[in-house]
Nanobody
Framework: QVQLVESGGGLVQPGGSLRLSCAAS????????MGWYRQGPGKQRELVAS???????DYAGSVKGRFTISRDNVKNTVYLQMNSLKPEDTAVYYC?????????????WGQGAQVTVSS
């Protein structure tokens, strides 16, 4: 079994910062790509940022220059540093990892972390 546990969400004022963490645990052999999606009120889920096992990154245009994704391959953890937050960043943020276990490879998801940007 594999679990992804998120932490770091909360309420922040516009212009503020938050850091999300997502730690994977269980019978993990290795982790390929990891990343973050978000789903705002009344919106479809969208990809925010992704990172390969080698550290290559990609960002949605709406967050480029404000958000930074990183990962610690020893701790099996992915991070999302969010700066200059805007009200439109309000959403539930979900982490994912494409994880190799004994015999299988597949996508696993975190439980979601609420991020609210409001004054």
């Amino acid at each position: 079994q594999v679990q992804l546990v998120e932490s770091g969400g909360g309420l922040v004022q516009p212009g503020g910062s938050l850091r999300l963490s997502c730690a994977a645990s269980g019978s993990i052999v290795s982790i390929n790509g990891m990343g973050w999606y978000r789903q705002g009120p009344g919106k479809q889920r969208e990809l925010v940022a992704s990172i390969t096992s080698g550290g290559g990154t990609d960002y949605a245009g709406s967050v480029k220059g404000r958000f930074t994704i990183s990962r610690d391959n020893v701790k099996n953890t992915v991070y999302l540093q969010m700066n200059s937050l805007k009200p439109e960043d309000t959403a539930v943020y979900y982490c994912y990892g494409n994880i190799v276990t004994l015999g299988t490879t597949g996508d696993h998801w975190g439980q979601g972390a609420q991020v609210t940007v409001s004054s």
